[in-house]
Protein backbone atom coordinates (compact mmCIF):
# COMPACT_ATOMS: atom_id res chain seq x y z
CA UNK A 1 0.00 0.00 0.00
CA UNK A 2 0.89 3.46 -0.47
CA UNK A 3 2.30 5.10 2.98
CA UNK A 4 1.00 8.30 2.59
CA UNK A 5 -1.82 8.07 0.66
CA UNK A 6 -5.38 7.72 3.00
CA UNK A 7 -7.25 7.09 -0.06
CA UNK A 8 -5.03 4.21 -1.20
CA UNK A 9 -7.25 1.39 -2.68
CA UNK A 10 -5.20 -1.14 -0.77
CA UNK A 11 -4.69 0.58 2.63
CA UNK A 12 -8.51 1.12 2.94
CA UNK A 13 -9.09 -2.53 2.42
CA UNK A 14 -6.52 -3.61 5.82
CA UNK A 15 -6.95 -0.26 7.73
CA UNK A 16 -9.06 -0.47 10.68
CA UNK A 17 -11.97 2.97 10.34
CA UNK A 18 -14.03 4.27 13.04
CA UNK A 19 -16.80 4.11 9.82
CA UNK A 20 -17.06 0.19 11.21
CA UNK A 21 -18.35 1.01 14.40
CA UNK A 22 -21.67 2.49 12.20
CA UNK A 23 -24.27 -0.05 10.82
CA UNK A 24 -27.17 1.37 9.95
CA UNK A 25 -27.57 -1.01 6.68
CA UNK A 26 -26.23 -3.94 8.19
CA UNK A 27 -27.58 -6.86 9.32
CA UNK A 28 -27.51 -7.96 12.52
CA UNK A 29 -26.11 -11.14 12.68
CA UNK A 30 -25.73 -12.00 9.51
CA UNK A 31 -23.97 -15.36 9.24
CA UNK A 32 -26.03 -17.15 10.89
CA UNK A 33 -28.36 -16.04 8.13
CA UNK A 34 -26.53 -16.04 5.39
CA UNK A 35 -25.20 -19.34 5.70
CA UNK A 36 -28.36 -20.78 6.95
CA UNK A 37 -27.10 -21.57 10.10
CA UNK A 38 -30.39 -21.54 12.22
CA UNK A 39 -32.27 -24.12 10.02
CA UNK A 40 -33.28 -27.87 10.81
CA UNK A 41 -30.90 -29.68 8.70
CA UNK A 42 -28.53 -30.67 10.97
CA UNK A 43 -24.89 -29.87 10.09
CA UNK A 44 -21.10 -29.29 12.17
CA UNK A 45 -20.57 -25.79 11.97
CA UNK A 46 -17.56 -26.21 9.52
CA UNK A 47 -20.26 -26.70 6.98
CA UNK A 48 -22.44 -23.84 4.91
CA UNK A 49 -24.80 -24.99 3.01
CA UNK A 50 -26.94 -22.86 0.23
CA UNK A 51 -26.92 -25.74 -2.79
CA UNK A 52 -27.76 -29.67 -3.24
CA UNK A 53 -24.17 -31.13 -4.73
CA UNK A 54 -21.59 -28.40 -2.88
CA UNK A 55 -20.77 -26.99 0.58
CA UNK A 56 -18.39 -24.71 1.92
CA UNK A 57 -16.24 -25.83 4.47
CA UNK A 58 -14.26 -23.59 6.83
CA UNK A 59 -11.56 -25.06 8.46
CA UNK A 60 -10.49 -22.27 10.04
CA UNK A 61 -11.12 -18.73 11.42
CA UNK A 62 -7.32 -17.53 10.35
CA UNK A 63 -6.45 -14.79 7.56
CA UNK A 64 -3.43 -14.01 5.79
CA UNK A 65 -4.55 -10.41 6.21
CA UNK A 66 -7.87 -8.92 7.84
CA UNK A 67 -10.06 -6.87 5.42
CA UNK A 68 -12.02 -4.54 6.25
CA UNK A 69 -15.14 -5.62 3.92
CA UNK A 70 -14.81 -8.68 5.17
CA UNK A 71 -18.61 -10.61 5.10
CA UNK A 72 -17.20 -13.26 7.65
CA UNK A 73 -15.95 -10.62 9.77
CA UNK A 74 -18.15 -11.98 12.50
CA UNK A 75 -15.84 -15.05 13.01
CA UNK A 76 -12.47 -13.89 11.48
CA UNK A 77 -12.29 -10.23 12.54
CA UNK A 78 -14.19 -9.65 15.05
CA UNK A 79 -14.21 -12.83 16.68
CA UNK A 80 -17.98 -12.66 18.59
CA UNK A 81 -19.15 -15.46 16.48
CA UNK A 82 -17.80 -19.09 17.58
CA UNK A 83 -17.88 -21.63 15.24
CA UNK A 84 -16.28 -25.39 16.21
CA UNK A 85 -13.88 -25.88 13.30
CA UNK A 86 -13.52 -29.53 13.48
CA UNK A 87 -12.00 -30.79 10.44
CA UNK A 88 -12.79 -34.59 11.30
CA UNK A 89 -16.48 -33.90 12.24
CA UNK A 90 -16.77 -32.34 8.52
CA UNK A 91 -14.94 -35.09 6.94
CA UNK A 92 -17.09 -37.10 8.21
CA UNK A 93 -20.40 -35.29 7.34
CA UNK A 94 -19.23 -35.11 3.80
CA UNK A 95 -18.54 -38.75 3.51
CA UNK A 96 -22.29 -38.98 4.76
CA UNK A 97 -23.61 -36.84 2.26
CA UNK A 98 -23.10 -38.56 -1.30
CA UNK A 99 -25.30 -35.87 -2.95
CA UNK A 100 -21.84 -33.64 -2.40
CA UNK A 101 -19.48 -32.97 -5.45
CA UNK A 102 -17.84 -30.43 -5.07
CA UNK A 103 -16.24 -29.40 -1.72
CA UNK A 104 -14.98 -25.37 -1.07
CA UNK A 105 -12.85 -25.47 1.56
CA UNK A 106 -12.22 -21.77 2.90
CA UNK A 107 -11.80 -19.60 6.16
CA UNK A 108 -10.42 -17.86 7.39
CA UNK A 109 -7.89 -18.94 4.75
CA UNK A 110 -7.07 -22.43 4.83
CA UNK A 111 -3.92 -22.02 3.11
CA UNK A 112 -2.81 -20.94 6.41
CA UNK A 113 -2.64 -23.96 7.27
CA UNK A 114 0.74 -26.27 7.23
CA UNK A 115 1.28 -28.22 4.02
CA UNK A 116 0.47 -31.27 6.29
CA UNK A 117 -2.61 -30.20 7.20
CA UNK A 118 -3.40 -29.06 3.57
CA UNK A 119 -1.89 -32.59 2.37
CA UNK A 120 -4.19 -34.67 4.90
CA UNK A 121 -7.59 -32.80 3.71
CA UNK A 122 -6.66 -32.89 0.62
CA UNK A 123 -5.90 -37.11 0.90
CA UNK A 124 -8.99 -37.55 2.77
CA UNK A 125 -11.23 -35.79 0.44
CA UNK A 126 -10.32 -38.02 -2.70
CA UNK A 127 -10.62 -40.84 -0.34
CA UNK A 128 -14.67 -40.03 -0.34
CA UNK A 129 -15.74 -41.90 -3.77
CA UNK A 130 -18.95 -39.05 -4.38
CA UNK A 131 -15.88 -36.15 -4.39
CA UNK A 132 -15.38 -35.03 -7.76
CA UNK A 133 -13.18 -31.72 -7.45
CA UNK A 134 -12.16 -29.70 -4.60
CA UNK A 135 -11.77 -26.03 -4.34
CA UNK A 136 -10.00 -23.80 -2.13
CA UNK A 137 -10.51 -20.27 -1.42
CA UNK A 138 -7.53 -18.27 -0.33
CA UNK A 139 -6.25 -14.82 -0.78
CA UNK A 140 -2.51 -16.12 -0.38
CA UNK A 141 -2.07 -15.24 -3.83
CA UNK A 142 -2.53 -11.92 -3.81
CA UNK A 143 -1.66 -10.86 0.44
CA UNK A 144 0.94 -13.86 1.21
CA UNK A 145 2.22 -15.02 -2.17
CA UNK A 146 5.54 -16.32 -0.61
CA UNK A 147 3.02 -19.21 1.09
CA UNK A 148 3.18 -20.70 -2.45
CA UNK A 149 6.71 -22.76 -1.09
CA UNK A 150 8.12 -25.41 -2.73
CA UNK A 151 6.64 -27.65 0.47
CA UNK A 152 3.09 -26.56 -0.83
CA UNK A 153 3.36 -27.18 -4.59
CA UNK A 154 4.32 -30.47 -4.09
CA UNK A 155 0.84 -30.95 -1.85
CA UNK A 156 -0.73 -29.74 -4.74
CA UNK A 157 0.80 -31.16 -7.49
CA UNK A 158 0.40 -34.14 -9.59
CA UNK A 159 -1.85 -35.43 -11.90
CA UNK A 160 -5.27 -36.94 -10.23
CA UNK A 161 -9.05 -37.76 -10.70
CA UNK A 162 -9.92 -35.17 -8.62
CA UNK A 163 -8.70 -31.83 -9.17
CA UNK A 164 -8.14 -28.79 -7.08
CA UNK A 165 -9.52 -25.18 -8.25
CA UNK A 166 -8.05 -22.05 -6.54
CA UNK A 167 -9.64 -19.12 -6.02
CA UNK A 168 -8.54 -16.02 -5.13
CA UNK A 169 -9.17 -12.29 -4.26
CA UNK A 170 -7.92 -9.58 -5.88
CA UNK A 171 -9.77 -6.25 -5.51
CA UNK A 172 -7.13 -3.63 -7.42
CA UNK A 173 -5.03 -3.65 -10.23
CA UNK A 174 -2.03 -2.10 -7.38
CA UNK A 175 -2.59 -5.57 -5.54
CA UNK A 176 -0.75 -7.20 -8.19
CA UNK A 177 2.82 -7.67 -8.07
CA UNK A 178 5.94 -10.01 -9.07
CA UNK A 179 5.12 -12.27 -6.24
CA UNK A 180 1.65 -12.62 -7.54
CA UNK A 181 2.44 -13.45 -11.04
CA UNK A 182 5.10 -16.25 -9.82
CA UNK A 183 2.76 -17.33 -7.56
CA UNK A 184 0.18 -17.99 -9.97
CA UNK A 185 2.56 -19.26 -11.84
CA UNK A 186 3.93 -21.99 -9.97
CA UNK A 187 0.00 -23.08 -8.80
CA UNK A 188 -0.89 -23.12 -12.62
CA UNK A 189 2.12 -25.36 -13.25
CA UNK A 190 1.00 -27.61 -10.49
CA UNK A 191 -2.42 -28.09 -12.28
CA UNK A 192 -4.23 -25.84 -10.25
CA UNK A 193 -6.88 -23.36 -11.73
CA UNK A 194 -6.53 -19.53 -10.22
CA UNK A 195 -9.75 -17.68 -10.77
CA UNK A 196 -10.54 -14.33 -8.60
CA UNK A 197 -13.11 -13.42 -6.80
CA UNK A 198 -13.52 -9.57 -6.36
CA UNK A 199 -15.46 -7.99 -3.90
CA UNK A 200 -17.20 -4.12 -5.05
CA UNK A 201 -15.76 -1.77 -3.17
CA UNK A 202 -17.36 1.82 -2.86
CA UNK A 203 -14.22 4.06 -3.42
CA UNK A 204 -11.53 1.42 -4.31
CA UNK A 205 -12.71 -0.54 -7.33
CA UNK A 206 -16.56 1.39 -8.57
CA UNK A 207 -15.37 3.21 -11.10
CA UNK A 208 -15.00 2.18 -14.59
CA UNK A 209 -11.26 2.79 -14.70
CA UNK A 210 -10.17 0.74 -11.38
CA UNK A 211 -12.79 -1.91 -12.44
CA UNK A 212 -11.43 -2.41 -15.79
CA UNK A 213 -7.66 -2.26 -15.05
CA UNK A 214 -8.08 -4.86 -12.29
CA UNK A 215 -9.75 -7.14 -14.53
CA UNK A 216 -7.43 -7.25 -17.71
CA UNK A 217 -4.35 -7.17 -15.30
CA UNK A 218 -5.72 -10.26 -13.33
CA UNK A 219 -5.22 -11.78 -17.00
CA UNK A 220 -1.62 -10.46 -16.96
CA UNK A 221 -0.16 -13.40 -14.03
CA UNK A 222 -2.64 -15.84 -15.32
CA UNK A 223 -5.89 -15.60 -13.39
CA UNK A 224 -9.18 -15.83 -14.47
CA UNK A 225 -11.90 -13.40 -13.23
CA UNK A 226 -14.37 -15.73 -12.21
CA UNK A 227 -17.05 -13.72 -9.67
CA UNK A 228 -17.61 -10.44 -8.99
CA UNK A 229 -19.50 -10.35 -5.37
CA UNK A 230 -21.91 -7.20 -4.26
CA UNK A 231 -20.39 -6.66 -1.09
CA UNK A 232 -22.32 -8.24 1.89
CA UNK A 233 -24.92 -6.38 4.33
CA UNK A 234 -22.53 -7.43 7.36
CA UNK A 235 -22.89 -5.45 10.25
CA UNK A 236 -19.78 -2.23 10.11
CA UNK A 237 -19.54 -2.12 6.31
CA UNK A 238 -22.01 -0.29 5.13
CA UNK A 239 -19.15 2.46 3.85
CA UNK A 240 -17.89 -0.10 1.69
CA UNK A 241 -21.43 -0.47 -0.05
CA UNK A 242 -22.43 0.77 -3.50
CA UNK A 243 -25.84 0.41 -5.07
CA UNK A 244 -26.59 -3.33 -5.56
CA UNK A 245 -26.97 -2.27 -9.67
CA UNK A 246 -23.15 -0.97 -9.31
CA UNK A 247 -21.49 -3.58 -10.82
CA UNK A 248 -24.01 -4.47 -13.55
CA UNK A 249 -23.46 -0.94 -14.42
CA UNK A 250 -19.86 -1.66 -14.41
CA UNK A 251 -19.82 -4.45 -16.56
CA UNK A 252 -21.81 -3.13 -18.75
CA UNK A 253 -19.66 0.17 -19.04
CA UNK A 254 -16.25 -1.33 -18.36
CA UNK A 255 -15.86 -4.74 -19.85
CA UNK A 256 -18.33 -6.54 -22.03
CA UNK A 257 -17.09 -5.48 -25.39
CA UNK A 258 -14.55 -2.42 -24.13
CA UNK A 259 -12.30 -5.50 -23.36
CA UNK A 260 -11.58 -9.15 -24.15
CA UNK A 261 -14.52 -11.53 -22.96
CA UNK A 262 -11.66 -13.73 -20.56
CA UNK A 263 -11.57 -10.84 -18.14
CA UNK A 264 -15.97 -10.80 -17.98
CA UNK A 265 -16.42 -12.20 -14.41
CA UNK A 266 -19.99 -12.83 -13.54
CA UNK A 267 -21.83 -10.36 -11.46
CA UNK A 268 -23.58 -12.32 -8.13
CA UNK A 269 -25.84 -11.19 -5.09
CA UNK A 270 -23.93 -13.78 -2.36
CA UNK A 271 -27.77 -14.62 -0.63
CA UNK A 272 -28.71 -17.15 1.90
CA UNK A 273 -30.39 -18.77 -1.00
CA UNK A 274 -27.03 -18.93 -3.38
CA UNK A 275 -25.48 -16.71 -5.99
CA UNK A 276 -27.57 -14.42 -7.78
CA UNK A 277 -26.46 -12.86 -11.10
CA UNK A 278 -27.07 -9.91 -11.85
CA UNK A 279 -26.90 -8.76 -15.31
CA UNK A 280 -26.91 -5.79 -17.23
CA UNK A 281 -30.34 -6.08 -19.15
CA UNK A 282 -29.52 -3.29 -22.20
CA UNK A 283 -28.68 -5.83 -25.40
CA UNK A 284 -32.12 -7.04 -26.55
CA UNK A 285 -33.75 -3.64 -27.16
CA UNK A 286 -36.71 -4.88 -28.88
CA UNK A 287 -37.72 -8.26 -30.14
CA UNK A 288 -40.37 -9.29 -32.29
CA UNK A 289 -41.48 -12.56 -34.00
CA UNK A 290 -39.27 -11.84 -37.44
CA UNK A 291 -36.11 -10.16 -35.55
CA UNK A 292 -34.38 -9.17 -32.57
CA UNK A 293 -32.64 -5.70 -32.23
CA UNK A 294 -29.52 -6.09 -30.80
CA UNK A 295 -27.24 -3.09 -29.02
CA UNK A 296 -23.18 -3.45 -28.51
CA UNK A 297 -21.14 -1.68 -25.86
CA UNK A 298 -21.26 1.83 -28.30
CA UNK A 299 -24.10 1.96 -28.92
CA UNK A 300 -24.60 0.88 -32.25
CA UNK A 301 -28.02 -1.35 -33.03
CA UNK A 302 -28.05 -4.37 -35.34
CA UNK A 303 -30.72 -6.77 -36.67
CA UNK A 304 -30.85 -10.58 -35.37
CA UNK A 305 -33.34 -12.97 -36.89
CA UNK A 306 -35.63 -14.73 -35.00
CA UNK A 307 -36.01 -18.42 -35.09
CA UNK A 308 -39.46 -19.95 -34.61
CA UNK A 309 -39.61 -22.94 -31.80
C1 LIG B 1 -20.24 -19.59 -2.90
C2 LIG B 1 -20.65 -20.82 -2.27
C3 LIG B 1 -20.47 -22.05 -2.94
C4 LIG B 1 -19.84 -22.17 -4.30
O1 LIG B 1 -20.58 -21.54 -5.29
P1 LIG B 1 -20.13 -21.60 -6.82
O2 LIG B 1 -21.12 -20.73 -7.52
O3 LIG B 1 -20.19 -23.04 -7.23
O4 LIG B 1 -18.72 -21.08 -6.89
C5 LIG B 1 -20.91 -23.19 -2.30
N1 LIG B 1 -21.48 -23.15 -1.08
C6 LIG B 1 -21.66 -21.98 -0.42
C7 LIG B 1 -22.31 -22.00 0.92
C8 LIG B 1 -21.24 -20.78 -1.00
O5 LIG B 1 -21.42 -19.63 -0.33
S1 LIG C 1 -9.17 -13.19 3.49
FE1 LIG C 1 -11.37 -13.61 3.18
S2 LIG C 1 -12.08 -14.49 5.15
FE2 LIG C 1 -10.10 -13.49 5.54
S3 LIG C 1 -10.62 -11.41 6.22
FE3 LIG C 1 -10.29 -11.33 3.99
S4 LIG C 1 -12.35 -11.58 3.08
FE4 LIG C 1 -12.45 -12.28 5.24
Same mark, same amino acid.
Given at each position: ?????????????????????? /????????? $??????????? *?? @???????? @????????????????????????? !???? #???????? =????????????????????????? !????????? #?????? &?????????? +??????? *????????????????? $??? %???? %? &????? +??????????????????????????? $???????? #???????????????????????? =??????? +?????????? !???????? =??????????? /?? =?????????????????????? /?????????? /????
Amino acid at each position: MKKDDPDCPVRKQVVPSMKEKE /NKFGMPNYL $IWKENRATDEV *RP @DSIARQYI @DRIAFTVTDVCANYCRHCFRKEVVV !DRDL #KLRMDVEE =GLQWITEHEEIRDVLITGGDPFILS !DDKIDYLIR #KLREIP &HIQMIRFGTR +TPIVLPH *RITPGLKKVLSGYHKVP $IWI %NTQC %N &HANEI +TEHTAKAVYDLLSCGVNVGNQAVLLKG $INDDTESF #KALHQKLLTVRIRPYYVFYCEPAP =GIDHFRT +TVEKGAELIR !DAIRGHTT =GLAQPMYVIAT /NI =GKIPLMPDYYIVDKNEKEYTLK /NYQGKTTLWP /NMPE
